[in-house]
């Protein structure tokens, strides 16, 4: 199956009933393994989680932590880009190359990478006790 088909897959089971806009991710480890995250909102409306961050969580959960592909789908007129938060949590796990596939569920997709969505990215590079 490829990354956006478990993207699309997964997106049925996303918990979005404030916005209504039903978000899948899907991250591939360097072990080849499909981890998969949806949207999960909550009454107080600061509390919900975006798609990137649930797979990203249940990658790190099964003890991985080199992301080597991204897919998102959305069910919007035009590919859907990470939110900033979402675009450093992808970069704490991916190279600057690591490509993403940015999808609609009427087929329109847009590809780019880890390093595109976030160029001058904060890491542990800048840290000096690192
Ligand atoms: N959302 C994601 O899950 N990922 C994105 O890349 C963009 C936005 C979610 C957050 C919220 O549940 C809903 O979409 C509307 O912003």
Do not use: W
Request: negative net charge.
């Amino acid at each position: 199956m490829s990354l956006l088909d478990a993207a699309r897959q997964v997106r049925e089971n996303a918990y979005a009933p404030y916005s209504k806009f039903k978000v899948g991710a899907a991250v591939r480890g360097a072990s080849g393994q499909i981890y998969h995250g949806v949207n999960v909102e909550n009454v107080a409306y600061p509390e919900g989680t975006c798609a990137e961050a649930g797979a990203i969580a249940a990658m790190v959960a099964a003890g991985e932590t080199q992301i080597i592909e991204v897919a998102v789908i959305a069910d919007s007129p035009t590919p859907v880009p990470p939110c900033g938060g979402c675009r450093q949590k992808l970069a704490e796990f991916s190279r600057h190359d690591v490509p993403v596939t940015l999808a609609t569920t009427s087929g329109e997709r847009l590809e780019t990478s880890v390093g595109d969505l976030l160029p001058g990215r904060f890491d542990v590079s800048h840290m000096d006790n690192a």
